[in-house]
T-cell receptor
């Protein structure tokens, strides 16, 4: 069974700082999804990455998929309080998707 | 997300009662997934259904839990004789087909008192 490890577990930063969170797998991903979940809400899809080495940008968010497709990173530039939430990575496995435990980000004004 | 609709959003049940959670998938999606999220834990897969079929229930507890997705109407996750440990957020997700990206509803929060 593939395991997804996310790091760090918690991150507290000041508004305006940059940060990177990571998602690593015990084996090769076929594709990887990043979600953000706010308290009391369901996860919202941010991006899907498929190709090794792929980089996708979503405003201040930059997603990278490792060349070997066993790791991915999410970099946020100039973080804002609205970026606060739980960032989850997920990968398809069989009929379902498995999720990491997430990185809980707090951006303080 | 005008798509996946879950109700109720919040449900309180006494120990021993039954809980029924409903999920209507996004328009055009015929595949439904149920996940459970315990406090400070990740999302855990429970069951994957297509219309009138349970495809994968490997994540479902063997007793008290059941799921269905009838030809007409929403998918239902049913928990019989609830216990305190069933208190969690239950999320439904849907996709147009297997292996496609899944889209989540806003969740149903079950509290067992």
């Amino acid at each position: 069974t593939q395991l997804l490890e996310q790091s760090p577990q918690f991150l507290s930063i000041q508004e305006g700082e940059n940060l990177t969170v990571y998602c690593n797998s015990s084996s090769v991903f076929s594709s990887l999804q990043w979600y953000r979940q706010e308290p009391g809400e369901g996860p919202v899809l941010l991006v899907t990455v498929v190709t090794g080495g792929e980089v996708k940008k979503l405003k201040r968010l930059t997603f990278q998929f490792g060349d070997a497709r066993k790791d991915s990173s999410l970099h946020i530039t100039a973080a804002q309080p609205g970026d606060t939430g739980l960032y989850l990575c997920a990968e398809g496995q069989g009929f379902s998707f498995i999720f990491g435990k997430g990185t809980r980000l707090l951006v303080k004004p | 997300n005008a798509g996946v609709m879950q109700n109720p959003r919040h449900l309180v049940r006494r120990r021993g009662q039954e809980a029924r959670l409903r999920c209507s998938p996004m328009k055009g999606h015929s595949h439904v997934y149920w996940y459970r999220q315990l406090p400070e834990e990740g999302l855990k897969f429970m069951v994957y259904l297509q219309k009138e079929n349970i495809i994968d229930e490997s994540g479902m507890p063997k007793e008290r839990f059941s799921a269905e997705f009838p030809k007409e109407g929403p998918s239902i996750l049913r928990i019989q004789q609830v216990v305190r440990g069933d208190s969690a957020a239950y999320f439904c997700a849907s996709s147009p087909g297997p292996g496609n990206t899944i889209y989540f509803g806003e969740g149903s929060w079950l509290t067992v008192v």
